[in-house]
């Protein structure tokens, strides 16, 4: 099936770990995203990318980390500078302005 | 103030009757506009989009734009139990490939038997 897959579906970290959420998707879109979702506050941007070997910051990018090293893929790494990372975490791609969403992860802090 | 405005409801309707669901924006480079359902603790679906003003009917659904006031809606008819879920409005200003848009807070809708 044609999608976007996110995974873990819950994460859990401890504090000053770094946390890797993977997102992998085989729709051929060139661009992939990241976005942060918290209650009450929408869906707000981390980051970003239009093609390969290529990424920009979105609106609340400190504390992250992306690469994107395959058309496929577009893994986030929150890392222990991002003090506040308890959130459900959305990756998503688009063909021109229509994006696509996985089915989320859900970070949490121990 | 934010660049685009959602009422978080919640919002209560009865089985059948028509919901209308409103989003406003400051922001007139915006070009594309969208409705996304959300089921909780779920990806995000896209359920209508539209780029011009005026209105866009699939099924149930009617999404309409008003560039001009900088206003647009979602309009379910016959709501039915499993349309109860959240409602983000979410618009657009393309940016080279990429589409970068702004989210509502979205709008959680609860339809009761």
């Known amino acids: 099936d044609g999608g976007i897959t996110q995974s873990p579906k819950y994460l859990f970290r401890k504090e000053g770990q770094n946390v890797t959420l993977s997102c992998e998707q085989n729709?051929?879109?060139?661009?992939m995203y990241w976005y942060r979702q918290d209650p009450g506050q929408g869906l707000r941007l981390i980051y970003y990318?239009?093609?390969?070997?290529?990424?920009q910051k979105g609106d609340i990018a400190e504390g992250y980390s992306v690469s994107r090293e395959k058309k496929e893929s577009f893994p986030l790494t929150v890392t222990s500078a991002q003090k506040n990372p308890t959130a459900f975490y959305l990756c998503a791609s688009s063909t021109n302005e229509k994006l696509f969403f996985g089915s989320g992860t859900q970070l949490s802090v121990l | 103030q934010k660049e685009v405005e959602q009422d978080p409801g919640p919002l209560s309707v009865p089985e059948g009757a028509i919901v209308s669901l409103n989003c406003t924006y400051s922001n007139s480079a915006f070009q594309y506009f969208m409705w996304y359902r959300q089921y909780s603790r779920k990806g995000p679906e896209l359920l209508m989009y539209t780029y011009s003003s005026g209105n866009k009917e699939d099924g149930r659904f009617t999404a309409q734009v008003d560039k001009s006031s900088k206003y647009i809606s979602l309009f379910i008819r016959d709501s039915q139990p499993s349309d109860s879920a959240t409602y983000l409005c979410?618009?657009?200003?393309?940016?080279?490939?990429?589409?970068?848009?702004?989210f509502g807070t979205g709008t959680r809708l609860q339809v009761t038997l």
């Open positions: 729709l051929n879109h060139d661009a």
């Open positions: 990318s239009q093609i390969v070997n290529d990424f």
């Open positions: 979410a618009m657009s200003a393309l940016v080279g490939t990429a589409s970068k848009l702004t």
